[in-house]
């Protein structure tokens, strides 16, 4: 059994450590590195709202509505707020003739420090489209005016929209969602828990729906090739999920989701991972998913050294002085 730890580092001594749930396997199921975790149930949270997307792709949505690649992006983001990521959602739901109000994931301010604090200054208020999920939602509104379901109840369990999700769910994990799986995400929208090893075989059928060697190809292939060509609409400037498809140039799609998530996959190659940090801290994800793509060869010397240099594995305080570094052990 192979066990995945993050040690943080001040002076000379571990000060914490963070351990990992890892299965990555090629799209046959063969595992090529396993804690041993692959039963175990966790909710995924935002890193598979490309599944939740699917509905959206397969209606006449897109098409009636004129979106074009950055809101479909959008409809798989967890996105930071940014201007460019307000810029199209405004776009969008100004084609959905809504309001902001008829999103039903509550309000946060942005999560870039920056785009918040621009905001605050300007002494505008923060409303829906702030929150990270607001594509997500947004592609589950418009799937739901052109199907000619009921938007005020689209979050419902029993909603059509929400059947169609859980199809899609029991489609790509071979498994079948029951109410003992429901719970709320952060957004108010249906989150599941699953074992790892059934968001591992979703990724491998999302893999292989991209390749045509599954149902779904043409939706497929709208979300990921609208992600993979507009990355940082996926999270933002600063989010290690768009960096990875950066620096792997669009070769690898990846998705983090809160409490420690990370799912990733490689179309060439035909490889996927899912990592899941046990006390659900992200700051552990990036060095664990850099020794991953190195130990398995994932991304060439170059792709690596060009991640590495956007996520830098040293600690430093205030003062801008260095107080230790961050390492991770696979055994």
Known sequence: MTRIHVNFIRGKRVESTHEAKVLVTNFNGRNLLSTN?????????????????????????????????????????????????????????????LKTNNLQCGIHQPLDKQASEKIIHSGKKFNELHNNCAGKHLAMLTSCLVNNHEIENYLDFDHPHQKNIRKIFNKFTETKLTKKNFALDGCSAPQYSFQIKSISKAL????????????????????????????????????????????????IFCKYGAEGVFLFAHFKKGISGVVKIKDGN??????????????????????????????????????????????????
Request: hydrophobic share 40%; with cysteine.
């Open 37 to 97: 975790n692959d039963e175990d149930y966790f909710f995924p949270r935002s890193s598979v709202k490309i599944f939740q997307a699917i509905p959206f792709a397969m209606s006449n949505a897109i098409k009636k509505y004129r979106l074009n690649n950055a809101h479909i992006a959008l409809a798989c983001a967890s996105h930071k707020g940014e201007k460019f990521h307000l810029n199209e959602l405004e776009k969008w739901i100004s084609k959905l003739n």
């Open 204 to 251: 491998n059928n999302l893999i292989k729906s991209y390749n045509n060697k599954f149902e779904y190809t043409i939706s497929t292939r709208i979300l990921v090739n609208s992600i993979l060509k507009n990355p940082s609409y996926i999270g933002g400037t600063k989010s290690f999920d768009t960096k990875v498809m950066i620096s792997s140039k669009g070769k």
């Open 282 to 331: 992200e700051r552990a994800i990036p060095i664990i998913i850099v020794n991953i793509f190195k130990k398995l060869k994932l991304m060439n010397k170059t792709e690596l050294e060009n991640l590495e240099k956007k996520e830098q594995f040293f600690l430093k305080n205030h003062a801008d002085k260095m107080i230790g570094y961050i390492n991770t052990t696979i055994k």
